[in-house]
């Protein structure tokens, strides 16, 4: 058992080093409440931490009907019994004395509280009103990344065959867009290639844009003990920070955010430049070549080295390890998909992988990250801007089949154009057009960008809000209805991680209060609306998360995402199975495309593609006229300057990112007594060089501003990139001092990735100004 | 030759085009994607502009008179709102068809020319013309049933 504090001081636990090829050790992770050890558990319950994409398997101890600890399963195949900060504290929040408990309705300006029957009564009511009035199209849905797999579903069913919006996202827009689509663009759909025991057999790893130290602890830990090992794996680094994993690299490229395309087309020209080409998979398992060829040509190491602002031998060394390792292992995360030229970036990262071959074999895998614990199940059920079963919506036979299972009218799925992006449906919202927002589990308040414009949407008189949540957060102060639900461990669920991984999460205690599953609400929600399939049966026909989980295997058999041989049971003999399941590989596939046959047929791919410099969406004829047929598109475009680059006013480069120690808004982190110390506020970080010129000192309170809005927090001088400042985005209001603007999307501009739709979080341009000293000890 | 003509003709459109782009941005900065998409199009249209400067130079350019209707349309009357945005959008269309046509054309002067210089500047320019109106009808196709069935304006 590993102490708090250590853990704390040491976010990633002992090493246990291991070499390529052999399994690694466990190590099994525990933490329970003061005063109570494992003997006094009354019973663990089985689950997988939901503190970020990782998935870790873990059991929920409980006492008196109360959680109190987790325990990490040695046995499980994604952690091997190990668990990072945030899942051995963040559990506490289960258990906070401000959790919302009772359904909250607006009246006289103020939340009153309310009984369920009165709340569910009024976002029904105006639900129907603007139906009647103006269509499925007023109402639009604003969904997370940490529900369960059945809550999504069911939201995306009766969104879309019972309300039949096309406006439902999820906050996996801020965090995985970019990845989702990367793969369809490269492969043909969604669906990560990998697996995370290609961690244990690679030669080399390649992060780009990725602070995995930070943002997925366990899997840095694996890496770690690796990098520990016999015969280390190098490791190339790409971000503007001296991260974890950059003090640790062979090369560290510290590039100007805002750059990543750049810097990857130069990698590729090195590639191609030494002949570290397979040209034997090339041929067979790939079109395009030539297309890329021609786009990198000028991106010499010097062009690129001036561009990025780092020494061309430093991108010359990093071609060198990820040209000539055997066993390449890459990922890329916020880095690349909130920053300029996301998809782009993030699709040459996969070109990488296809030029050399690197692909669906041990140690060969490239992994376009997730950053939330369950946005791989959004993206899969389609409550996000996806239809079901990765379907693409712009095939009619793909939305015909989804009209059958739910045995609807055809028209009635909006099939006319993509699902709106959150960013867009934002804007709906603005102009008035939506009136009905539904937001569950997320907190748009702190994490959209320009958070000033948000907060005047979410004050829009004709703009009807339903905040869905555990807490009274920052965005639940804004609502007309507060809807009170049931957190991880309340509940029963599966959740999916970022390498495919399927686990059952089992309810282990009673939610507090009043408060109910997200499930149970969107069940009563379709039961009062009286959704009904063209029988006049109810449309939403499952009543519980089983039931969910087995409508659901029918919706995926076939697909990419097929879960058709999983079930409660079989999750509950052995948890953590990856997809696809069906009865060809019961025990799910490690890895996808091991034959070099991707999902990219016409009549099979979840999209036919898009220009990446526009967001042009192909045509199904084009995409017909060329059908790549089982073959993976390698497709690149040029680098161009970020649209907001540093002036005489604004003269510095800001970005956003994560502390080791908090989750998305703190919303649960902020209420773990020990990750809450650790990191109690927001902070600003510049180069001791940039901090001279404007008399900055360490521990100064800065004020940071773009032409957008300002932060203040405290300074800490570090060697990122010249000309760089970063603030973490993590600081909304809640447990913030005396009213200080100390959320970095108040400076964060409204602008998105032309394909994924991803906001740019990373690249805008801020001016600083010391506010005053250190602050005094006493 | 009446090659000229032609040139003269896609030489201003282009131009124009390039001007309306940046209108459109301009009216509706409100929509972010579009504000940056506009902008990032000017700019390959004045690229073109400048492609075609040399062939201009070499055939002669003709003075146009044909009155430029989808232009002063545009230009006319200031349009906001969701309907607004979706008639400029409706325009851009129309305007970069235009374009589209026009390099049909010469392409086919510049093949029987042997002119492989002009048809290789052209094919490039045709390139992004199609990516223009691939995006243009892909954003138009986004906006349009919002805006005729739930927008108020």
Redesign the interface.
Known sequence: MTGQSDRIAHPWGARTPFASGTRWPERTDVQLEAGIDSHDVDRWVTSACVLCSNGCGLDIAVKDDRIVGVRGRAADRVNHGRLGPKGLFGWQANNAGDRLTRPLVRRGGELHETSWDDAMGRVVERSRALLDEKGGSAIGFYTSGQLFLEEYYTLAVLGKAGLGTPHMDGNTRLCTATAAQALKESFGSDGQPGSYEDVDEADAFFLVGHNIAETQTVLWSRMLDRLDGPKRPRLVVVDPRPTMPAREADVHLAIRNGTNLALMNGIIHEVIANDWIDHDYVDAHTVGFEQVERVVQEYTPERVGEICGVDPSAIREAARIVGAADRLVSTALQGVYQSWQATATACQLNNLHLVRGMLGAPGRAVFQMNGQPTAQNTRETGADGDLPGFRNWDNEDHVRELAELWNVDMAVIPHWAPPTHAMQIWRYAEQGSIRLLWISGTNPAVSLPELHRIRSVLERDDLFVVVQDAFPTETAAYADVVLPVALWGEKTGTFTNADRTVHLSERAVPPPGDARSDLEIFLDYADRMGFTDRNGQPLVNWSDPESAFEAWKTCSRGRPCDYSALSYERLRDRNGIQWPCDDRTPEGRPRLYSDGHFYTAADRCEAFGHDLVTGGAVTEQEYRAADPAGRAILKAVHYRAPAEEPSDEYPLRFTTGRTVYHFHTRTKTGRARQLQAAAPEAWIEMTPGDAGRYGIAEGDLVRVESRRGAMEARARLLGLAEGVVFAPFHYGSYGTPNGTATAANELTVTEWDPVSKQPHFKVAAVRVQRVDGPENPS | MLLAHYLGLVHRSEGELADAYREVARRHA????VY??C???AEQCDSHVSTLAPFVERYGETEQDDPQDLHRDLFDEPRDG?LGFLRDLHDLYLMANEADISWTVIAQAAQGARDEALLEAVRTCEADTA????????RI??SA???L????R
């Open positions: 409100d929509e972010p994607d940056g998409t902008r990032l199009l969701s990516a223009q109106l691939k995006w243009l009808k892909t196709k986004q049933p919002q805006t069935l739930v927008a108020d």
